[in-house]
């Protein structure tokens, strides 16, 4: 048994050293978490501190998205930082800026939502049309607030963009879909699109209330694990990985020419799997803790979803190992696999997502652990997610056994 555990941490060690795995493991989904948080005032309980920013919104566009962005720089959840003006000129909204009139003017173009949201299957693979945030260079840190507002709306709907690209090339390729249903699927995507990103990401409150004292629920405990989800699966992929690089380099074979059988070696590098999956995700929830001051709910209900949740994800990603060939195999598959589980899952969208889409999303880990994590969210305890832990261990548990079949078949650990 100690021979399993000095091969898993040999595994977590290395992991932990490569600067470019930690980036994309820790830093990235933090990032994106961060990124929310500091301008949604997740650092203070006593408001933002910032007077109301000027600012202008010239909206061209006449579909949903465009709207749903204009609603939410003018909505009562930013009333106390942000004072928009509408209107119809983008040459006059620019010359505001110039004049030191405003901190910045926000230009939604013509075409923006049918970019995002195709109305046919020959435009689901278009560019995104940009949106402009013009601001006025004397106000750097005014016109820096404003564009992380309008970035953050537009980092998540490219995200859920690119995301739904991969999501409907992966289901033609499988067969999942026939190739006059690609603009329905796109659409249903779309619609998902319009109405999360209608809700207002950020939000701005002033409360003499004690923080223990409100119930207002906090966005980032949905936005936070599912980041943490999305980037999991890239991780498990990174430790699957290396089981194919070591037997490319001999290191593989030098360890089963010791006394160690071969059997104990993949357990061995398994564990090391699943250990640098649990790490990170417990790094990130409790970095998200201490500086968002996020509540996660129940503890127990919380440790025992992370394991169940890595078990699932790690399975997946040892699956992705057994079949492909090279380890560039891995790294390719892998993102696809991040990518089109994060969208399937709901994680880009912050909560799962419903219909079609939503069944299929049941294969994935994503979607069990993001509906435990929103039950936990919202006051439930262990037992209420006793089914999410159940089905991320079954799949765990089947995966790894079709994982551990497929590679003595190929004779991947003989001696």
Do not use: C, H
């Amino acid at each position: 048994m100690s021979k399993l555990f000095v091969i898993g941490w040999k595994d977590l060690r290395l992991m932990f050293r490569d600067r470019a795995a930690l980036l994309l493991m820790l830093a990235t989904p933090f990032a994106l978490t961060l990124g929310v948080g500091l301008v949604s005032g997740a650092f203070s309980s006593g408001g933002s501190g910032i007077p109301q920013l000027p600012l202008v919104v010239v909206n061209q566009d006449d579909g949903q998205l465009g709207a749903a962005l204009e609603e939410m720089l003018t909505s009562p959840d930013l009333a106390d930082l942000l004072a928009p003006t509408l209107s119809a000129d983008p040459a006059a909204a620019r010359e505001q800026v110039m004049a030191d009139k405003v901190v910045a003017a926000v230009i939604i173009p013509a075409g923006f939502t049918d970019s995002i949201i195709p109305r046919d299957a020959a435009a689901v693979s278009a560019p995104a049309v940009p949106i402009e945030v013009y601001t006025n260079p004397g106000r750097p840190i005014s016109a820096g607030i404003v564009r992380s507002i309008v970035e953050g709306f537009v980092d998540q709907v490219e995200a859920s963009r690119v995301g739904g690209q991969v999501a409907i090339e992966q289901l033609l390729r499988s067969g999942l879909i026939a190739p006059q249903n690609i603009a329905q699927v796109a659409q249903q995507i779309g619609q998902e699109q319009s109405q999360l990103a209608g809700e207002a990401l950020i939000r701005v409150r002033r409360s003499d209330v004690a923080p223990e004292e409100t119930n207002e629920f906090n966005p980032l405990l949905l936005l936070a694990p599912g980041m943490a989800l999305v980037f999991l699966m890239f991780t498990v992929s990174l430790g699957s990985r290396s089981i194919l690089v070591e037997r490319r380099d001999g290191t593989l074979a030098r360890m089963m020419s010791t006394a160690t059988g071969s059997g104990s070696i993949l357990v061995g590098k398994i564990t090391g799997v699943y250990l640098v999956g649990a790490a990170q995700m417990f790094i990130l929830i409790l970095a998200s803790a201490l500086l968002f001051r996020l509540r996660w709910g129940d503890p127990l209900g919380v440790i025992a979803l992370v394991l169940a949740a890595v078990a699932g994800a790690a399975g997946w990603g040892l699956l992705l190992a057994a079949v492909a060939k090279t380890p560039n195999q891995v790294a390719t598959l892998g993102m696809a696999l991040m990518l089109l589980f994060g969208v399937l899952g709901g994680n880009f969208f912050g909560s799962t997502l419903t219909g079609a889409l939503g069944t299929l999303g049941k294969i994935t880990p994503n979607a069990w652990a993001m509906d435990g994590f929103t039950t936990l969210a919202r006051g439930g305890d262990l037992a209420d997610i006793a089914p999410d832990i159940a089905a991320l261990l079954l799949m765990g548990a089947v995966l790894l056994a079709i994982s551990v079949a497929l590679f003595n078949r190929k004779g991947f650990l003989q001696r």
